[in-house]
Nanobody, 118 residues
């Protein structure tokens, strides 16, 4: 499975950005899909992940501001980021996994940098 993320860039506090990720596999073959991020000097953390095509888990810090969505026809997932804050500055990674009996495979995109600064 290959993941290709895009849409990062520079935004001022309060502005919006939308990240996009093209997924090479059918969504039906995937268990989790979503986004993680890693800020400078910090560990990678969950931002928004949809589980089994149903519930989406969000980090507390982004609830109400960020929205995960997907387009099955285009094999793309998105992260709409509103009301951006300087602390949202990070490299954002598209993520997916597949489950097989006794095995789990994790897939990561190349990362796209989001910088929030005035």
């Amino acid at each position: 499975v290959q993941l290709q993320a895009s849409g990062g860039g520079l935004a001022q506090p309060g502005e919006s950005l939308r990240l996009s990720c093209e997924v090479s596999a059918s969504f039906h073959s995937l268990n989790e899909m979503g986004w993680y991020r890693q800020a400078p000097g910090k560990q990678r953390e969950l931002v928004a992940v949809e589980i089994s095509g149903r519930n989406t888990n969000y980090a507390d810090s982004v609830k109400g501001r960020f929205t995960f969505s997907k387009d099955n026809a285009k094999n793309r997932v998105y992260l709409q980021m509103n009301s951006l804050r300087p602390e949202d500055t990070a490299v954002y990674y598209c993520y997916a996994d597949q489950l097989y009996p006794g095995s789990r495979f994790d897939y990561w995109g190349q990362g796209t940098l989001v910088t929030v600064s005035s």
